[in-house]
């Protein structure tokens, strides 16, 4: 059994679609991939926090600059960062794998907005890239990529949908790769 920490800020959609697709895994018949996750939020009462009650997810208000003291304690197998909006130091990266979700096809558009920026500047394609996690925004090593065409007639708010809903296909799936191999 594996346990993951699961870090968010804000909407927590991508926390929720791991969470069911690990739980659909142990359902199947002779899963042997069971994960156990955990929550940890940088923002009391933020809207993952709704989730992780609704998933029955256990969760930890862990505010930022006690961060290291909470994972010095931890004994988790993997750190999972899912639209948790801080730059984790070296002293809190040493504590084990981490890795991160980004809404564009990096190197491009690091930051924040990726989505917007893709489609201001009228590129063909924007994508979503996992990778693992460093002190700088976005630039660990990429594990897994995924372009995605933008169509002439879209408008912003139907490309950042289809974005998130390939983060929620393709984050999973990284994580079971990266907890399990293959
Ligand atoms: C996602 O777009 C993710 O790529 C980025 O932050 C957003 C988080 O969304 N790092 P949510 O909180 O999972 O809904």
Request: proline residues 3%; glycine residues 8%.
């Amino acid at each position: 059994m594996k346990k993951v920490l699961v870090f968010a800020s804000g909407n927590g959609s991508n926390f929720q679609a791991i969470v069911e697709y690990f739980k659909n895994k142990d359902a199947q018949k002779g899963g042997d991939k069971r994960v156990v996750f955990e929550l940890l939020v940088d923002k009391e009462n933020c809207y993952a926090c709704t989730r992780a009650e609704n998933l029955g997810i256990k969760y930890h208000y862990v505010p930022f600059n006690e961060t290291e003291n909470f994972l010095k304690n931890a004994d988790y197998s993997l750190y999972v960062l899912a639209g948790y909006m801080r730059i984790l130091p070296a002293a809190v990266l040493n504590y084990g794998t981490f890795i991160n979700i980004h809404p564009s096809l990096l190197p491009k558009y690091k930051g924040k907005n990726a989505i917007e920026q893709a489609y201001n500047e009228r590129e063909k394609e924007c994508g979503v890239s996992v990778h693992y996690v460093n002190e700088e925004v976005d630039s660990g090593e990429i594990i897994e990529q995924q372009a995605i065409e933008i169509l002439p007639d879209i408008s912003l708010e139907e490309l950042e949908k289809m974005v998130h809903g390939v983060e929620h296909k393709i984050y999973p799936r990284v994580i079971e790769k990266v907890l399990f191999g293959g």
